[in-house]
């Protein structure tokens, strides 16, 4: 993915595009995907970098939904299962197969457990992993030697799926790219332009040298996750909140606090969340929380109260239980839970298409998809082009994702480590700023490697060789070098 090229095709203001998408995310990045390989002509536009925001900083599964079964949304559940078949299969290397334990402490626990997991590999079909079924007491210990001993009964074993989601993000650029998409990050758009109260397209403006562009197109789709309502008061300055935000964070610990390589999920803690315990690139994923009246923001915070929350209740299901001081990383993302606007006579079409995402159009045209999860991404995508291709008037094509190979760079050969505690490697600094649009220290840290979600102190240790080597290949002078590790290490 050349930058300078990608830049270049957006100099003609007067050409028209199909398909424009703001927000490169998972939704976004589906919609192009989609969009582009049926043949429409298209550009996608992200204010920061791909997967920033809560596309980057999700609990890295890729699930049927297992607590869905319990609220009775079959429905729900067949069409994440389905799709996470899908990306199994599309998207090998990124998305493996994962075991997971629901540990009994009480002696109807199995049963109870067992009968709706059955379910979940029934609705899986052809698509399921692995067969569910019951552990006793000594493999389940065997599976997650730092499960609590106590009162455990035996465990549920059931199959899932883990991805690195930032790179799954990165894979279907490249891929949207190669079928002849421009996609670009660190270019936000300012405003929605309209001709005849049609939304004909928007303006935009790069992060860091301040070009401007004038881009026409046939629809425009808003997929900014969170931030979908500033992009839809540009078209209806008084339209109301159809986004609320949810937080969510994970805590990073060492890999021993869990022991093996079976993840464990907690189903229903004292309040009622679920909790997860999932390995990670040889570090142990804690998670996760569902905080309410969050502010929308690309770098939240995590909450005092929410980094208790999980220590705590982590220490319950553990042998040896994990301090403040054992946490390796802390990365919160926004959830963004939807709801759609309401109707307006004779204007607004609006449609619920699933409970996990709400996809509608104004009345000027401009198409919204939000809510969802990665898990779906792909078929809300397929859906978001459907609506599209109807608003702007293209010719209809069906989609062609469903069987669609994500391209996957090939790892370079050994090269000098970037810190001893990390497992990434200088050929790979290299390849995200010469191929992968890495523009930023962040880029580089937090998503082409996911250093600074690994171990924060060996990140900031690295940081400043990492940010001398993107210097020499961007061109970029020491000021800038002291200018981006003030910027990263403040988001830290």
């Known amino acids: 993915m050349d930058r300078t090229e990608q830049l270049a095709r957006l100099e003609d203001s007067n050409e028209v595009w199909d398909v424009i998408v703001i927000g490169g995310g998972a939704t976004g990045l589906a919609t192009a995907l989609d969009a582009t390989t049926r043949g429409y002509r298209t550009v996608l536009l992200e204010q920061a ?65 067992g009968t709706g997991l059955a379910l979940y590999d029934r609705l899986a079909g052809d698509l399921g992993i692995g067969r569910t079924g019951h552990l006793g007491a000594a493999e389940t210990r065997r599976r997650a030697p730092n499960l609590r001993k106590r009162g455990l009964h035996g465990s549920t074993l059931y199959w899932d799926a883990q991805f690195d989601d930032a790179a799954l993000a990165l894979a279907m650029a490249r891929t949207a790219v190669a079928h002849g998409a421009v996609v670009l990050n660190h270019v936000r758009v300012t405003g929605l332009v309209k001709e005849n109260g049609r939304v004909g397209g928007v303006e935009a403006k790069t992060r860091f040298r301040g070009r401007e562009f004038l881009v026409k197109g046939r629809v425009v789709v808003n997929a900014t996750g969170v931030f979908t309502d500033e992009i839809r008061r540009f078209d209806e300055p008084e339209a109301e909140e159809s986004v609320r935000p949810s937080q969510g964070i994970h805590l990073v610990l060492d890999q021993r606090f869990l022991g093996g390589r079976t993840a464990v999920m907690i189903p229903k803690t004292e309040d009622g969340r679920v909790l997860f315990l999932i390995p990670w690139k040889d570090r142990l994923l804690l998670g996760t929380t569902d905080t309410e009246g969050v502010e929308v923001a690309l770098h939240p915070r995590p909450l005092a109260e929410e980094i208790d929350y999980l220590i705590r209740h982590a220490g319950g299901y553990l042998e040896a239980r994990p301090t403040h001081d054992d946490i390796r990383a802390i990365f919160a993302g926004l959830r963004p839970l939807a709801k759609p606007p309401q109707a307006k006579a004779g204007g607004q079409s609006t449609s619920s298409l699933s409970r996990s995402h709400v996809l509608y159009s104004s009345e000027s045209g401009l198409v919204t998809m939000t809510g969802g999860k990665w898990t779906t991404c792909r078929q809300m995508g397929e859906e978001a082009v459907d609506r599209a291709a109807e608003v702007g008037g293209l010719p209809l094509r069906p989609s062609r994702t469903a069987d669609l190979t994500l391209l996957v760079p ?27 649009m890495a523009m930023t220290l962040g880029d580089v840290l937090c998503r082409r490697t996911r250093c600074a979600f690994l171990d924060e102190k060996a ?34």
Not at 89 to 101: D, I, S, Y
Not at 414 to 434: C, F, N
């Open 49 to 113: 970098d791909f997967a920033e925001g809560t596309s980057s900083k999700s609990t890295k599964l890729i699930h049927g939904g297992v607590r869905y079964l319990r609220n009775g949304e079959i429905g729900l559940v067949r069409e994440s299962l389905r799709e996470r078949g899908r990306l199994l299969r599309n998207a090998a290397g990124l998305v493996e197969p994962l075991a997971f334990v629901v540990p009994a402490y009480r002696w109807h626990e199995r049963i109870f457990y």
């Open 459 to 492: 990140t900031s240790r690295c940081a400043p060789k990492v940010a001398a080597r993107m210097a020499e290949l961007l061109g970029r002078d020491e000021r800038w070098i002291e200018e981006e590790l003030d910027s990263f290490e403040s988001a830290l």
């Open 410 to 436: 090939e790892e370079g050969g050994p090269s000098e480590a970037i810190d001893p505690d990390l497992p990434y490697q200088r050929h790979q600094i290299d390849r995200a700023v010469r191929e992968e």
